[in-house]
């Protein structure tokens, strides 16, 4: 009989644990981290070649398109792929939706207009929506909660690597093969996965009798588009008041309440709201939506600020993040180490919460004439924070349920934390974008206006080529604008902190998933 992964938890089989467990999950969790990996690497390595795409394919009118079809497709599909797992099985469920990515990505390569890469992306996004949460319910199905802080240092590590990585890798491949290898480098690697997965993973069988709660997932998608579409669109394509968000807002509400009303009729509904009853799962919710939230609105004006005001090169911008990411890292190791040997957590969402604050409010005292060093310091402070965080979140998430809704509670907790990251954007790009338009104006006149009338970002072409006083003006706005955004996120952050107060010290489950038939 092939090697298997499933713990006994009955005393006779703690021997077999012990002696066959360590080897084979390291070789699932190397495929597990690779599939993490492209989960995350695939926007940034795709950023990076969008100037190319665009120079090839034509259609700059639907260059956004070629990203938010992606993300689109990953939000509302998150929640299916975690019900599918706890329906019908984990391992067979993960591998179709790393299949369904590699699919996208193949042909995602071979578009030859804008049009069809759109709707290649958008297959791409939903295979992507099943990869993060299946590699998190599987680590949740091997390895029980008080073990699982061990491993965090790798998941952190992954991010880290993807973050600073990707756009290196990114301008590498496009310049030197090409930007459909920017596609095409997922599958080498897809493979490997797989056939890791294929050989190695063995988790018990499961077979629902009820049906797929097809309404739900009907009305939760168009719930989250609507959602997704609005915080994309708003401020950008259309006026925050405009019609067509109006109408985007309505649709939004009357899905997702409608959702709710559903998911206590449905017999087998997507996300069962009972899980929620666990103060700890509620609370880890909210607080993963928080730190989505500040993360993705950091990572986005930090590379901004340092390239326009302090002059840093584009070319290495993953490189400048590498102070947050970097604490973010060891911070993240040394939680799981704590929580491992001690069994206790509750002190790291108070203490990442508060540094999130202090570091954000730091990051807002930036100007045109703070160094290098010393918003280095302040994004190390708002990594420790980030670190604390961002997998004590999904551990205390998992621990709160039942193993039969392992997958919903992973997922549902990605989903919140890809939705603070859409809000996050979308809010603080919105006061970024309208403050620096601002002082623009303010500082000088009519020429601001119209060098930031089409955007608020300049990339380092357009920035060399203006004048210089214009050029010191737009470097206050930044400025001013950075200082709104951090702010902002600061006053949010407050609120992770008094909710991460209220979290329970529960004890971590120790042991693993039930023995049976594995698939």
């Known amino acids: 009989m092939a090697e298997t992964l499933t713990v006994d938890t009955g005393p006779a089989g703690q021997e077999d644990q012990a002696g066959e467990q360590p080897r084979s999950v390291r070789v699932v969790l190397l495929a597990l981290m690779i599939t993490m990996m492209l989960a995350m690497l695939d926007n940034m390595i795709i950023g990076t070649a969008m100037p190319t795409i665009v120079g090839e394919l034509g259609g700059l009118e639907h260059l956004s398109w070629v990203v938010t079809a992606y993300t689109l497709a990953t939000a509302a599909s998150t929640p299916l792929w975690g019900k599918l797992g706890d329906m019908y099985g984990r391992k067979g469920v993960f591998m179709a939706s790393i299949v369904l990515f590699l699919v996208g990505s193949a042909l ?85 996965a797989l056939a890791a997965i294929s050989v190695v993973l063995h988790l018990p069988r499961k077979r629902a009798q009820a049906r797929i709660d097809y309404l739900g997932a009907g009305l939760l998608t168009v719930g989250i588009t609507a959602i997704v579409l609005v915080t994309t669109w708003g401020g950008t394509e259309y006026a925050w008041t405009s019609a067509m968000i109006m109408e985007l807002v309505a649709i939004g509400v009357v899905a997702l309440v409608g959702f709710v009303f559903w998911q206590t009729k449905a017999a087998e509904p997507v996300v069962p709201l009972h899980i929620f009853r666990s103060r700890n799962f509620t609370l880890m919710s909210v607080i993963g939506f928080i730190t989505g939230f500040v993360m993705f609105g950091a990572t986005l004006f930090l590379p901004l600020y340092q390239q326009s005001v302090q002059g ?208």
């Open 108 to 192: 995602s390569g071979m578009a030859q207009d804008m049009g069809q890469l759109i709707g290649f992306r958008a297959v791409q996004g939903l295979g992507a929506g099943g990869l993060m949460v299946g590699v998190m319910a599987i680590i949740g199905d091997l390895i029980p909660p008080r073990e699982r802080g061990k491993y965090q240092g790798m998941m952190a590590g992954v991010m880290a690597l993807a973050m600073i990585g990707g756009p290196l890798v990114g301008g590498t491949i496009t310049d030197h093969w090409g930007w459909r290898w920017a596609f095409y480098i997922n599958l080498p690697l897809g493979v490997v």
């Open 312 to 519: 840093a090169s584009a070319t290495n911008s993953g490189l400048l993040l590498l102070p947050m990411l970097g604490a973010m890292l060891v911070t993240s190791m040394v939680a799981g180490r704590v929580t491992t040997n001690t069994g206790r957590y509750k002190l790291f969402p108070v203490v990442g919460s508060a540094l999130m604050v202090v570091g954000l409010y730091l990051l807002s005292t930036m100007d045109t004439g703070t160094s290098r060093f010393t918003s280095g310091v302040f994004m190390a402070v708002v990594g420790f924070g980030m670190g604390c965080l961002m997998q004590i979140t999904m551990l205390v998430a998992q621990n709160s349920v039942e193993m039969k809704d392992m997958g919903v509670a992973s997922s549902s907790t990605t989903l919140f934390r890809t939705l603070g990251s859409s809000f996050g954007v979308a809010i603080m790009g919105a006061l970024f974008n309208n403050r620096v338009q601002d002082v623009m104006s303010e500082r000088a006149g009519a020429l601001g206006t119209k060098i930031t009338e089409q955007s608020a970002q300049l990339d380092a072409a357009s920035l060399a080529k203006l004048p210089e006083a214009a050029r010191e003006a737009y470097q206050h706005a930044v400025s001013s604008g950075t200082h709104s955004a951090f702010l902002l996120g600061s006053v949010v952050a407050v609120l992770s902190l008094m909710t991460a107060v209220f979290v329970k010290e529960v004890p971590l489950k120790g042991t693993g998933p039930e023995a049976g038939p594995t698939e």
